[in-house]
């Protein structure tokens, strides 16, 4: 049977700084020995990610010894920007500047941030190596069966069908208990807060699909991440004649901010955020 980790044909390996696209970056380094040639691996940086999200890429970058290619969304060509863990943004910025550009905030029915700030950037970085046709490796276990299901009846991502998309966790059958037990008997984590498998603080820190009350409780945790969102909500956009929010079904981030402060407990730890790419 076909080892699915093994690279035999140009692949970009989309490492989102969860667990699970670490433990996939790490699965394709033993089936080949390490980088295949014609291989990149990539972190897409949207400016909203913790800290500690980045000193893991950096981490598994150095323990690894694998090259990983820091990418950033950019409003001028080529549309994007390579930098590494010095100069990588932390104020949101190429956020910023999508939505500034778009004159939109994204929100659960147009979102377009994934697809621009992550893979469009991917996409623009790996045409620029001169690749037109390549696999992309997604870090979406057997047990993310929704997921599994769309992307395999897509065949490839919302940007492009140059590339062809691979889940090498899924085909393996790889769920989130072999992911925790790998990161268990690892000398380094994530240091991120995670409850039943999911890193609630992962991707950009108060995304909007993560549910209500986990925006509440990461908002009560560390109340200066809030200032970022209240400020996009109140920037004076062309789409938006009063109020826009990146949700119109619940409350904005200020009154969010404003409910954690007084609200003790406020955890709906049974929800589950919306899926995208932007992934573990
Ligand atoms: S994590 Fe959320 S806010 Fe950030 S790019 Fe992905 S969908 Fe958008």
């Keep these: 049977m076909r080892d699915p980790f093994k690279i035999d044909q140009p692949t970009c390996i989309s490492f989102s700084a969860g667990r699970t696209s670490a433990y996939m970056l790490w699965r394709v380094l033993q089936a080949n020995a390490g980088r295949p040639i014609d291989t990149v691996v990539c972190f897409a940086n949207t400016g909203k990610e913790v800290e500690a999200t980045l000193r893991f890429v950096r981490e598994c970058s150095i323990r690894w010894q694998v090259p990983i290619q820091w990418l950033e969304y950019r409003d001028a060509l080529p549309g994007f920007a390579v930098v590494d863990f010095a100069s990588a943004s932390r104020q949101g910025e190429p956020f910023e500047a999508l939505i500034r550009k778009r004159q939109y905030l994204p929100n659960p029915v147009a979102r377009g941030c994934t697809t621009s700030l992550k893979i469009r ?3 623009k970085f790996v045409r620029s190596l001169g690749w037109t046709d390549w696999d992309q490796f997604i870090g979406i276990r057997a047990d993310e069966q929704r997921r599994v299901a769309k992307i395999r009846t897509r065949g490839h991502s919302t940007e492009s069908s140059r590339e062809t998309m691979c889940m090498p966790l899924a085909e393996a059958g790889v769920s989130v208990r072999e992911v925790t037990a790998f990161w268990q008997a690892q000398p380094f984590d ?28 990461l908002i009560k945790a560390k109340p200066g991440s809030a200032v970022w969102w209240i400020r996009m909500e109140s920037l004076n956009l062309a789409s938006k004649p009063s109020g826009a929010r990146f949700r119109n079904d619940g409350p904005t981030y200020a009154d969010l901010a404003r409910f954690a402060a007084h609200q003790r407990d406020m955890f709906d730890s049974d929800k589950e955020s919306i899926a995208c790419f932007c992934g573990d």
Aim: proline fraction near 3%; charged fraction near 20%.
């Design 121 to 123: 950037a991917m996409h």
């Design 190 to 217: 994530l240091e991120l807060l995670t409850v039943n498998g999911r890193t609630l603080e992962g991707n950009c820190d108060l995304c909007f699909l993560k549910p209500q009350g986990q925006r509440l409780a």
